[in-house]
């Protein structure tokens, strides 16, 4: 692999295992698992947060590997994954220390966040909720293929946009996605939440064709579609989580 610019281990995402991750040129990464998992993604920068230490269970200040995702975005958004991993999303040309600046003073923040994720995981585990096996996430994704395109072609004319490619996705953390170029992707889970709610994140991603970000212009154009559109937040805020932790 002679375009190789960069190499480093890490831990593996899916099977705890060692992730070798192979930069290649200077805007893609191949993560490469000894047991063969492969993920492709952007290159993940290192970025001084909270970092949540598996092994003495303890939240310590250091830097850490971060996934760093840049595009179009006119602001930074932070999310803590429940797997209790970091991703930035940032402008395309906003500086490192800038980033640097702007998550350190949002310490507070994650760490709150991480702590809420972690009872929230001891909730679930009292609870000894079934996870879904990979037939029941076959069985999800071929009701979503054939649901949400239907919802998609519906609200799209409410809406008033159009859309590119639309693609259903087990994920872990999100409940869906549009690119820049208007490809839609949604998480086959949808099927487990009510009719409601599935068709709140179609909304949702429709008006990113409008607006692509979250500013007040963004949720307006939710609001003319859905006027009740909050009620669908609240309900993801308090109960997607037990959805995606059947998933993990």
């Not at 490192?96 to 009872?119: C, F, G, L, Q, T």
């Not at 909730?123 to 069985?139: G, V």
């Not at 409410?158 to 549009?178: A, F, L, M």
Request: hydrophobic fraction near 35%; charged fraction near 30%.
């Amino acid at each position: 692999m002679k375009n190789i610019v960069g190499a480093k281990e890490n831990v593996c995402p899916h099977c705890q295992g060692t992730m070798l991750y192979i930069k290649i040129n200077k805007a893609k990464v191949i993560s490469q698992c000894k047991c063969g998992c492969t993920i492709d993604g952007r290159i993940k920068d290192e970025v001084r947060v909270w970092s949540y230490d598996p092994i003495t269970k303890e939240v310590i200040n250091s830097f850490m590997e971060v996934r760093l995702i840049r595009s179009n975005r006119k602001t930074l958004a932070i999310q803590v994954n429940p797997d209790l991993s970091i991703t930035v999303r940032a402008p395309r040309y906003a500086s490192k220390r800038e980033i640097d600046r702007i998550v350190e003073k949002n310490e507070a923040w994650i760490h709150k966040h991480i702590e809420k994720i972690k009872k929230n995981k001891a909730e679930y585990d009292a609870l000894n909720i079934k996870k879904i096996t990979p037939e029941e996430i076959k069985t999800l994704a071929e009701q979503a293929l054939k649901l949400i395109p239907q919802r998609v072609e519906y609200f799209a004319r409410q809406v008033g946009v159009d859309y590119g490619r639309i693609t259903i996705r087990n994920k872990k953390t999100h409940w869906g996605s549009c690119s820049s170029k208007g490809n839609l992707n949604f998480n086959c889970l949808l099927m487990l939440a009510p009719a409601e709610i599935l068709d709140y994140v179609v909304v949702h991603e429709l008006c990113h064709r409008k607006e692509m970000n979250h500013s007040k212009a963004f949720w307006a154009e939710v609001e003319k579609v859905l006027p009740d559109y909050r009620e669908s937040v609240q309900w993801l805020k308090e109960k997607g989580s037990l959805i995606m932790r059947r998933n993990i």
